[in-house]
């Protein structure tokens, strides 16, 4: 009996093995190659060399640009889309309003990519929509002083639109979770709505709100389509550095930089990802 | 309770006016580059006229000749999402049952599995990924269609939360082993039983595969695969209008599919009602 239960278990386990293997060769071997070839030379010999690179002061000032642009963006996106959340506590969960925002959010956070470079070079291009009225009607170049669109400060705005539909995504349900006798109990005791916001409301979302301003910070940190279609050439941040790395392999004259860079990606996102999910199981006691 | 009923607002929602002016002002700044971009394909000229030839050119005709890369990578991405689809459902859906039904203490394993993929960001993948292709490339030739599998992993956090989510509500338990006692194999009673039960997980994680697979273009990019998204960018460079307009199109789809989903979602809440044998159920091996 438990010999026939024993086979019967190695049948299943065999039944495991196709996504195993699949995962082992398509998630976690790139994920090895791409930290690992930092740790080696043109020649397949370990050294360090590579990695020293990333302690390079222009590695550096471009990893601090994609640091402050993710951080940026992640904050005005967490309270814009905050606000919106709030806003829509007051529409049905299932009605048309909360679905159409639903969808919405889902696509601007998931489909951006070159489709919002597109998006913002009709906007606010040197002949954007946007660019020609502030020009024509009310007489303020934005470019006066050069065109910033192609440069770092053009990729605020087209993450932020990204950003925000990210947060209301996330966000949401943390904000769903409030129980409606949470407020009937404060102002049975005599409570205000300030009150309520301040002592309950806000110690609660805490935790969910810091969780999601690190996924949004992770999202913008590893966004790469944007930028790519925005900025043909240069690499102010490290995903495009990355692309100049893998495209032509001599940058800083060294070899397998695209490795190295991808490990510091991968070491900024580990931490950021630990205390996301780290807050996360904190928030969720309160969405039971 | 029938205040509860009668007044679905929260006590602490906000006043239907500052609801009213946060939503129209945040919803009017994200229109702005969408009106933009519309905009930008009526154009005509430089003395700011507009009007609708571009789009009238391109549906009357010009769908066949001038366009023809596009379409072709239209064609390539439609492919892969068909082909990042059977992968959940051949590769993740049957895992997920089977840890869910036999080994319950791998569950963790697999989430953070799954869930993983967020943290790697693509282009991190892709640095991995070079090498890994040029060795498929070997086996099994440079057709962008490999990229499916590169595709099925991008998806895997989506999928994963889609079907976990249905097969959390389903007493999966209980009823594959009704099945096995009236004497009904295992893959039938996965494709009999669980299959139609888990229906509306699998279609959501199904759909929101499509509109990823639809939308990506890093990983495509930086293998030198042409996709949508990438076939886009070149075009946009000689023919800024159509590029724009065909993004508009992608952009209306995605949001009808995620609409699609939402309804999915809506509709288990609402109607919990028994279905008959369902329609996706495909004749079991007799």
């Not at chain 1, 994609?66 to 309270?79: N, R």
């Not at chain 2, 006016?17 to 005509?44: C, D, H, K, N, Y």
Request: glycine share 10%.
């Amino acid at each position: 009996m438990t010999a026939r239960r024993a086979g019967r278990s190695a049948a299943a386990a065999l039944g495991l093995l196709p996504f195993a293997l699949y995962v082992m060769l398509f998630l976690a071997l790139p994920t090895l190659i791409a930290v690992g070839t930092g740790f080696f030379d043109g020649d397949g010999r370990l050294t360090l060399a590579t990695v020293a690179a990333l302690g390079d002061p222009l590695v550096l000032s471009t990893f601090y640009s994609s640091f402050w642009l993710s951080a940026l963006t992640a904050v005005v996106g967490a309270v814009v889309g905050a606000l919106v959340c709030y806003a829509l506590l007051g529409a049905r969960p299932d009605g048309p309003l909360r679905s159409a925002v639903d969808s919405i959010s889902g696509v601007l956070a998931q489909f951006g990519g070159i489709m919002l470079a597109f998006a913002f070079v009709a906007t606010i291009g040197i002949q954007g929509m946007v660019t020609v009225y502030l020009r024509d009607t009310l007489g303020t170049d934005i470019y006066a002083n050069g065109v910033w669109l192609y440069e770092l400060p053009g990729l605020i705005l087209p993450y932020i639109y990204f950003q925000v539909p990210l947060m209301v995504i996330t966000f949401m349900p943390a904000l769903q979770g409030l129980k409606p006798q949470w407020a009937e109990a404060n102002a049975t005791l005599g409570g205000s709505t300030g009150t309520y916001w301040w002592r309950i409301a806000f110690p609660v979302l805490a935790p969910s709100f810091l969780g999601s301003l690190l996924l949004l910070f992770a999202n913008a940190f590893s966004s790469y389509a944007t930028a790519a279609a925005l900025t043909s050439q240069g690499s102010q941040i490290v995903p495009l550095q990355i692309r100049a790395a893998l495209t032509s392999e001599t940058l800083l004259g060294r070899e397998n930089l695209a490795g190295a860079l991808a490990l510091g990606m991968i070491l900024v996102m580990t931490v950021v990802m630990v205390g996301y999910s780290r807050l996360q199981s904190r928030a969720s006691r309160w969405q039971q | 309770m029938t205040g509860a009923a009668a007044g679905h607002r929260a006590a602490h929602a906000p006043s239907r006016p500052v609801q009213v002016i946060i939503l129209g002002l945040v919803g009017l700044v994200f229109l702005i580059p969408i009106l933009a971009m519309v905009e930008f394909t009526m154009r005509s000229g430089l003395d700011g006229e507009h009007n609708l030839d571009r789009w009238a050119a391109l549906f009357g005709g010009g769908f066949a000749t001038e366009y023809r890369p596009v379409f072709v990578a239209l064609g390539n991405s439609v492919g892969l999402a068909i082909g990042t689809v059977l992968i959940v459902l051949v590769l993740l859906v049957p895992t997920m049952v089977l840890i869910h039904l036999r080994f319950p203490r791998l569950r963790r394993l697999m989430e953070f599995v799954c869930i993983l993929p967020i943290s790697i960001p693509a282009i991190v993948l892709v640095v991995g990924l070079a090498p890994v292709y040029s060795v498929v490339a070997r086996l099994a030739g440079s057709s962008v269609g490999t990229l499916a599998f590169a595709y099925g992993i991008t998806v895997l956090p989506f999928a994963y939360r889609a079907v976990q989510s249905n097969l959390d509500a389903v007493d999966v338990r209980t009823l594959s082993e009704a099945a096995r006692t009236l004497g009904a194999s295992w893959l039938s009673v996965l494709l009999r039983v669980l299959v139609p039960n888990l229906r509306r997980g699998i279609l959501a994680g199904a759909f929101i595969s499509v509109a990823v697979v639809l939308g990506e273009f890093t990983i495509a990019s930086l293998l030198n695969r042409i996709n949508l998204q990438t076939a886009l960018l070149v075009v946009s460079k000689n023919d800024p209008y159509t590029a724009v307009i065909m993004s508009l199109l992608a952009l209306a789809f995605a949001f009808g599919l995620l609409l699609l989903i939402g309804r999915l979602g809506a509709d288990r809440v609402r109607t919990p009602r028994r279905r008959r044998a369902a329609p996706l159920v495909p004749k079991g091996p007799s």
